[in-house]
């Protein structure tokens, strides 16, 4: 008797389950960014909440937590409920962040359901244009000239374009110094104003000032050339074997119903396979699909990854 009652238990905890699935969303869905708006990853944020706002018939409605160098927004994931309504969609820096700072609220794999990869973006080296440097040989010649008082920007510690310069650093042999700001905008802003010399940071965020000739685009960090700057070389034709993207996904709270994190995951490379993946591609990113399991295993290889380029480069978030 005790057998058939956890039986009829079982079964209607998984009906349950299944019926929260199938109803799901059945309100709106807050999916919250951890930096300003402006960046590539609010970009690609606010197209990912729209395509399921129209697929899914509720809103998925995007809220700008920045602080902390995107903790504070995580956080706020971390501790919300595990129902599918609060979700974070963050950029590389989520999983790389972390390992330079003293004390993170929240581990990534251990309080956190990877969901989805939706794109990798390669990475833009700028040059201000006052600069005698138009490539990678120039730049390499221009910092040893300069005997490590060059200066490039980084838009948060531990971020993509961060741990891309400090690698660059490397395969190059050179010295310059890395400033931080908080955030893309006065990152670029210094960068034209001749405040700083270089800055390297996913693609459409340098984009419209290379176009404009308000500074020049020297290098991409992909292993091919950018659909959006074909003119513009890869780090790796002078460097062979350099390569860096940023990237971007959703996660969830770490208990979320495993049948509603594939719902998700669904619904996302359906997004993806749609006239999103069009305007993805025309903005110089590489559109990604796959399972919950693909994203989990990618976002740990990443993870070993950035671990040894932070330790070799001694980065830290004072």
């Known amino acids: 008797m005790e057998k058939l009652i956890r039986l009829l238990i079982l079964g209607i905890g998984f009906l349950a389950l299944n019926a929260n699935a199938d109803s799901y969303p059945s309100k709106s869905v807050r999916v919250i960014i951890p930096f300003p708006p402006g960046g590539t990853l609010d970009v690609v944020g606010r197209m990912l909440a729209q395509k399921l706002t129209d697929q899914l018939g509720q809103q998925f409605i995007i809220d700008n937590k920045p602080g902390g160098n995107g903790t504070i927004g995580a956080d706020a994931v971390a501790k919300a409920n595990a129902d599918g309504y609060t979700l974070l969609f963050n950029a590389s820096t989520f999983t790389s962040a972390p390992m330079t700072m003293r004390q993170v609220p929240y581990a ?20 201000n244009k006052n600069l005698p440097i138009t490539d990678v040989r120039s730049l390499i010649a221009y910092a040893k000239t300069e005997q490590g008082s060059m200066t490039f920007a980084t838009g948060s ?3 993509a374009g961060h741990l891309a310069t400090e690698l660059l650093k490397r395969a190059a042999n050179i010295q310059y110094t890395v400033v931080p700001y908080k955030g893309t905008a006065p990152a670029f802003q210094d960068l034209i104003g001749g405040q700083i010399a270089g800055f390297i940071d996913p693609i459409l965020g340098s984009l419209q000032y290379h176009k404009n000739g308000m ?3 020297i290098a991409v960090t992909s292993g091919t050339r950018a659909t959006n700057l074909p003119d513009v070389p890869t780090v790796a034709e002078t460097l062979p074997g350099y390569e860096f993207y940023s990237w971007y996904g959703l996660w969830a709270q770490i208990k979320i119903a495993e049948e509603i994190k594939q719902k998700l ?3 996302i490379n359906k997004a993806l396979n749609s006239d999103m993946r069009d305007k993805l591609i025309q903005q110089g990113l590489f559109v990604t699909t796959g399972s919950t399991l693909d994203f989990a295993k990618f976002q740990h290889d990443d993870i070993q990854k950035s671990q040894k380029i932070i330790n070799d480069g001694n980065i830290r978030l004072e």
């Open 215 to 217: 500074l020049r685009v």
């Open 108 to 127: 990534v794999e251990k309080d956190f359901a990877a969901i989805a990869l939706v794109a990798k973006a390669p990475l833009s080296i700028a040059i």
């Open 157 to 159: 510690i531990g971020s």
């Open 265 to 267: 995951n669904a619904e």
